[in-house]
């Protein structure tokens, strides 16, 4: 399973999963010691805090993918920042979204040649639990 999520991101670790239904909870946290500050660009090693997140991912073995993350929180050590923390953040997910880069990929791929009812339905069954306004959004904005 650890080389599932370094797939995602190789500071990634592996904690544990479970599986409930017909979705699979993989836990996972960062390795990361000291982070980035995504205003100034200056290394920080202190948290503030930590929090979890969740988003969905491609599925796997058949069920869904909800990966569970323990996410992390920084101060910002530089006095001339303007922010005085920031949150760890992923390559393989945009912000505050809750679906990884390659589901969004996986979901306009399947909505382009067919309706957003018929994509919603299809996703549903098959890969995500994703409502037909999420797929035109996706659609419009070219994601």
């Known amino acids: ?7 995602l991101d190789k500071n990634l670790e592996y904690e544990k999963h479970g599986i409930i239904g017909d979705t ?4 996972v946290h960062s390795t990361l010691e000291a982070l980035e500050c995504p205003y100034c660009g200056v290394m920080s090693s202190r948290c503030h805090s930590k929090y979890t997140r969740s988003f969905q991912d491609l599925p796997m073995q058949g069920k869904k993918t909800i990966i569970v993350l323990n996410n992390k929180k920084m101060f910002c050590d530089n006095p001339d920042c303007e922010h005085t923390t920031f949150a760890e953040s992923f390559s393989f997910i945009k912000g505050k979204f809750k679906k990884t880069e ?3 990929n996986e979901i306009i791929q399947v ?15 098959n890969v ?7 797929i035109c959004e996706l659609l419009k904005k070219g994601v």
Do not use: C, P
């Open 102 to 104: 390659r589901l969004i």
């Open 128 to 134: 995500v639990r994703v409502g037909k306004s999420t």
């Open 24 to 27: 699979i909870y993989i836990y």
């Open 1 to 7: 399973m650890d080389d599932f999520i370094k797939l």
């Open 111 to 125: 909505s382009k040649n067919m309706s957003s009812v018929e994509a919603s339905n299809y996703l549903r069954k």
